[in-house]
């Protein structure tokens, strides 16, 4: 079985401030990870993904995310906020070696404050 | 690339009515589409997952006559809420299995109001 818990459903930042939303996992596998965003009423939309390889992932809109086995983390961050960066950020862990489902976080909403 | 689609993107209905709900890869062939359902401030909940000419697998707790689902085509997934009620209500989002298998990209979602 897998779960993801992402800590803080609720974030506040100041324009240009760093961005840390914080997700932990729990796979009996090598996971696949993803962090998606979701503006209101809308869609979601990828940001980045780990599956193997290098375990600092770049996304986009200056989006990274580290893998660290350790600590079973793939915290998200950004160097500097934007007012467009305010919406709602899930985590998510795959089940690659079956269907490749997707388990979600509870998600973490983040404001960004003028 | 990797567009996914839904339609209607906003339905509101009358109690006892079925819905039926499109979504369609628009760029690639999708195999596997999975449904889900968000409530208002919660994560998303898989309904279902969709496979092409076969039969839908359902998540435990999710009733297969009342969400009944069609993967007719490799570009289109369909979801049909039927004799609806107002429970019902809620944002259903669809997602269509990327080519490269791992990644699933999402529809805009379709918000669904039974009055």
């Known amino acids: 079985a897998q779960s993801v818990t992402q800590l803080g459903s609720h974030v506040s930042v100041s324009e240009g401030a760093l961005v840390l939303l914080r997700c932990n996992y729990s796979?009996?596998?090598?996971?696949?990870l993803f962090w998606y965003v979701q503006y209101p009423n809308q869609g979601l939309q990828l940001l980045l993904k780990?599956?193997?390889?290098?375990?600092l992932v770049k996304g986009i809109n200056g989006f990274e995310a580290e893998f660290k086995k350790s600590e079973t983390s793939f915290h998200l961050t950004k160097p500097s906020a934007h007012m467009s960066d305010a919406a709602e950020y899930f985590c998510?862990?795959?089940?690659?070696?079956?269907?490749?489902?997707?388990?979600f976080g509870k998600g973490t909403k983040l404001s960004v404050i003028p | 690339g990797a567009v996914v689609s839904q339609h209607p993107s906003r339905v509101i209905c009358k109690s006892g009515t079925s819905v039926k709900i499109e979504c369609r890869s628009l760029?690639?062939?999708?195999?596997?589409m999975f449904w889900y359902r968000q409530f208002p401030k919660k994560s998303l909940m898989l309904m279902a997952t969709?496979?092409?000419?076969?039969?839908?697998?359902?998540e435990q707790g999710v009733e297969k006559d009342k969400f009944l689902i069609n993967h007719a085509s490799l570009t289109l997934s369909t979801l049909t809420v039927t004799s609806a009620h107002p429970e019902d209500s809620s944002f259903y989002i669809c997602?269509?299995?990327?080519?490269?298998?791992?990644?699933?990209?999402f529809g805009p979602g379709t918000r669904l109001l039974v009055l």
């Open positions: 780990y599956t193997t390889g290098a375990t």
């Open positions: 997602s269509a299995q990327g080519t490269d298998l791992e990644t699933q990209y």
């Open positions: 796979s009996s596998v090598p996971p696949y």
């Open positions: 998510a862990v795959s089940d690659w070696t079956g269907s490749y489902q997707l388990t």
């Open positions: 760029d690639f062939q999708a195999t596997t």
């Open positions: 969709s496979n092409e000419g076969s039969k839908a697998t359902y």
